[in-house]
């Protein structure tokens, strides 16, 4: 390089790169280094996110003196790629504003305390990236650091709304019985006896700390829940521009909500008086709910899924599956369990050594009577496993994962969007179908058992349709807490027992409307591009094409693949 080379002045594209490179390294860890731990970057392991006034308002202050700097690289000379990776990080640092300034959790949600700290130990638990003594020591500097955020908690938490103290309440024996428990049991095999000694002390004050702070949640901060959980419709649209980089008005995304509702309902009717001339639908979903397979068995049932599912995607040339390596199926952990039903816990993108990927099933509640637990288990009835198994494996979250390491820059492997993930999920429950999954011979016995499969997909989206009307009505002020019970049930076409789980978890995750309008954007994206291509479509092609971009909002990706900014919907 010469003299005059290597004076010259940076490049935009190389100024965004060293300060995406400082948000990341400077702001964005630091300030939540569980998340660090969990994408592979284990110099933040015994680290633990700080929840004091000061900390807040110095992350703002860090926050908006990015904002200022990032905006100020003109987008332009940046390139498509490049240009995109700049909105990314935009809309990170505008969301986590949003988060902290407007919508602030930490002074309304009790639980992001307690299965916060819950959740910073289990990722160093969870996967053996580093030794058994390493790891418990990162485990020992975090514990010793919760009781203090605890009381942070004390500090911080004003007015909450009920049903999210409430929901702590619910969770914390959950939360209590992981660091009782799953911990030790976990660590055992450490070799240090002056570590393990450490460990002894430190777990049994996280412990005294969760069960004071259970004490006084019920004692003192229930009887001061009073706030609102609605974020306003102002907040609600703002959130989704940032995360989503959608920026429709609400009453247009309400009537698109609406419309497929109507659609998926009058699909299942159809099918269902095709299937059972003489029974109203509704009875026909009590028939299909009563077909699920017993609790003890549910784990299996899912891993039982796998082989059909991948070779129906490897000779139908579905999607590349870039790995042979199967995710691990295992009970949802303890603090997730109240509004979660399944999910997928991949390892982070830069995880080097613990790289194993788990399905997370949430079994009944040992403490739920039979009629209960027959209501529960409806959730996962044939159709629904399936549907189910779809979205969080093969070809749903998944194989979304094992494409990451193909995305183009840091950005996209780090920062990216639930209508991406969550609707290129549920966009594959009804795609595998289409394309002729569970016909008879391929997932089905028959063609009755066929039938029943796709009543479970349109059963669950159906349920990611009054998602998309529930978040909207409820947070905008619209819609009650009880109505948007009756409203999964007799609109969702869902159980009870699973209206009252997605209406709490509305509360507090108000855009969950993303799992529809993904999906959504995905199928207008694809039929856009074959009316482009004409024959030279490629279905394999187009999901390949799709997920090595990242997971980014869906408007990112329409622009790399159409290489136009026509409207996502």
């Given at each position: 390089?010469?003299a005059?080379?290597?004076?010259?002045?940076?490049?935009?594209?190389?100024?965004?790169?060293?300060?995406?490179?400082?948000?990341?390294?400077?702001?964005?860890?630091p300030?939540?280094?569980?998340?660090?731990?969990f994408?592979?970057?284990?110099?933040?392991?015994?680290?633990?996110?700080?929840?004091?006034?000061?900390?807040?308002?110095?992350?703002?202050?860090?926050?908006?003196?990015?904002?200022?700097?990032?905006s100020?690289?003109?987008?332009?000379?940046l390139?498509p790629?490049t240009?995109?990776?700049?909105?990314?990080?935009?809309?990170?640092?505008?969301s986590?504003?949003?988060?902290?300034?407007?919508?602030r959790?930490?002074?309304?949600?009790?639980?992001?305390?307690?299965?916060?700290?819950?959740?910073?130990?289990f990722?160093?638990?969870?996967?053996?990236?580093?030794?058994?003594?390493?790891?418990l020591?990162?485990?020992?500097?975090?514990?010793?650091?919760?009781?203090?955020?605890?009381?942070?908690?004390?500090?911080?938490?004003?007015?909450?709304?009920?049903?999210?103290?409430?929901?702590?309440?619910?969770?914390?024996?959950?939360?209590?019985?992981f660091?009782?428990?799953?911990?030790?049991?976990?660590f055992?095999?450490?070799?240090?006896?002056?570590?393990?000694?450490?460990?002894?002390?430190?777990?049994?004050?996280?412990?005294?700390?969760?069960?004071?702070?259970?004490?006084?949640?019920?004692?003192?901060?229930?009887?001061?829940?009073?706030?609102?959980?609605?974020?306003?419709?102002?907040?609600?649209?703002?959130?989704l521009?940032y995360?989503?980089?959608?920026?429709?008005?609400?009453?247009?995304?309400?009537?698109?909500?609406?419309?497929?509702?109507?659609?998926?309902q009058?699909?299942?009717?159809?099918l269902?008086?095709?299937?059972?001339?003489?029974?109203?639908?509704?009875?026909?979903?009590?028939?299909?709910?009563?077909?699920?397979?017993?609790?003890?068995?549910l784990?299996?049932?899912?891993?039982?899924?796998f082989?059909?599912?991948?070779?129906?995607?490897?000779?139908?040339?579905?999607?590349?599956?870039?790995?042979?390596?199967?995710?691990?199926?295992?009970?949802t952990?303890?603090?997730?369990?109240?509004?979660t039903?399944?999910?997928?816990?991949?390892?982070?993108?830069?995880?080097?050594?613990?790289?194993?990927?788990?399905?997370?099933?949430?079994?009944?509640?040992p403490?739920?009577?039979?009629?209960?637990?027959?209501?529960?288990?409806?959730?996962?009835n044939i159709?629904?496993?399936?549907?189910?198994?779809?979205?969080?494996?093969?070809?749903?979250?998944?194989?979304?994962?094992?494409?990451?390491?193909?995305?183009?820059?840091?950005?996209?492997?780090?920062?990216?969007?639930?209508?991406?993930?969550?609707?290129?999920?549920?966009?594959?429950?009804?795609?595998?179908?289409?394309?002729?999954?569970?016909?008879?011979?391929?997932?089905?016995?028959?063609?009755?058992?066929a039938?029943?499969?796709?009543?479970?997909?349109?059963?669950?989206?159906?349920?990611?349709?009054?998602?998309?009307?529930?978040?909207?009505?409820?947070?905008?002020?619209?819609?009650?807490?009880?109505?948007?019970?009756?409203?999964?049930?007799?609109?969702?076409?869902?159980?009870?027992?699973?209206?009252?789980?997605?209406?709490?978890?509305?509360?507090?995750?108000?855009?969950?409307?993303?799992?529809?309008?993904?999906?959504?954007?995905?199928?207008?994206?694809?039929?856009?591009?074959?009316?482009?291509?004409?024959?030279?479509?490629?279905?394999?092609?187009?999901?390949?094409?799709?997920?090595?971009?990242?997971?980014?909002?869906i408007?990112?990706?329409?622009?790399?693949?159409?290489?136009?900014?026509?409207?996502?919907?």
């Amino acid at each position: 390089m010469t003299a005059s080379a290597a004076n010259a002045p940076a490049t935009p594209k190389e100024q965004f790169l060293k300060l995406a490179d400082a948000y990341f390294d400077q702001l964005y860890f630091p300030c939540n280094p569980t998340l660090g731990t969990f994408v592979g970057y284990h110099q933040y392991d015994a680290q633990l996110e700080d929840f004091s006034r000061k900390a807040i308002d110095a992350q703002v202050a860090g926050l908006k003196d990015f904002e200022a700097r990032v905006s100020a690289i003109p987008a332009a000379p940046l390139g498509p790629s490049t240009g995109a990776d700049r909105e990314l990080v935009l809309a990170s640092i505008r969301s986590t504003l949003l988060t902290l300034e407007t919508i602030r959790p930490w002074e309304k949600n009790p639980d992001t305390y307690s299965s916060g700290i819950t959740n910073s130990a289990f990722v160093i638990m969870e996967r053996k990236f580093a030794s058994p003594d390493d790891r418990l020591r990162s485990l020992i500097a975090r514990e010793k650091l919760m009781p203090s955020r605890l009381q942070q908690a004390r500090a911080n938490l004003k007015n909450p709304p009920r049903i999210y103290t409430q929901i702590a309440i619910d969770q914390l024996p959950g939360n209590i019985s992981f660091f009782q428990h799953d911990l030790p049991l976990a660590f055992a095999d450490a070799k240090d006896p002056a570590l393990v000694a450490d460990f002894a002390n430190t777990n049994a004050a996280v412990i005294a700390a969760l069960n004071d702070y259970l004490a006084w949640l019920k004692s003192d901060l229930l009887p001061q829940s009073n706030g609102d959980f609605r974020i306003g419709a102002d907040a609600f649209s703002k959130k989704l521009l940032y995360e989503e980089m959608v920026d429709l008005p609400l009453d247009r995304l309400l009537a698109i909500g609406r419309a497929n509702l109507r659609e998926n309902q009058q699909r299942f009717i159809a099918l269902a008086k095709k299937l059972e001339p003489n029974k109203d639908p509704k009875d026909v979903l009590l028939q299909l709910g009563a077909n699920h397979p017993a609790p003890d068995q549910l784990l299996a049932t899912f891993r039982a899924t796998f082989d059909s599912l991948i070779g129906f995607i490897n000779s139908h040339h579905i999607v590349t599956i870039p790995s042979t390596v199967r995710p691990i199926l295992e009970e949802t952990p303890p603090f997730m369990r109240a509004t979660t039903f399944a999910s997928m816990d991949t390892p982070g993108p830069f995880e080097k050594h613990a790289t194993e990927a788990y399905f997370n099933v949430t079994l009944p509640d040992p403490k739920m009577t039979p009629a209960e637990v027959e209501d529960y288990m409806h959730a996962f009835n044939i159709g629904t496993v399936i549907s189910t198994a779809v979205h969080e494996t093969y070809p749903g979250h998944y194989v979304q994962f094992l494409w990451v390491p193909q995305a183009p820059s840091r950005v996209r492997k780090l920062l990216g969007a639930n209508t991406n993930a969550e609707g290129w999920a549920h966009y594959c429950e009804q795609m595998m179908l289409d394309e002729g999954y569970g016909q008879p011979g391929s997932g089905a016995k028959d063609q009755h058992e066929a039938s029943l499969l796709r009543l479970g997909q349109l059963q669950d989206a159906l349920l990611r349709d009054a998602r998309f009307i529930v978040g909207i009505q409820m947070h905008t002020g619209a819609m009650t807490y009880d109505q948007a019970i009756d409203f999964f049930q007799k609109e969702g076409y869902q159980s009870k027992e699973t209206a009252i789980v997605e209406t709490k978890r509305g509360t507090s995750d108000p855009t969950y409307l993303y799992y529809t309008l993904g999906k959504l954007q995905i199928l207008k994206l694809r039929e856009d591009l074959k009316k482009k291509q004409g024959a030279a479509f490629s279905l394999e092609k187009f999901h390949n094409d799709f997920l090595r971009q990242g997971f980014p909002p869906i408007k990112i990706i329409r622009e790399a693949m159409l290489g136009d900014t026509s409207p996502t919907l």
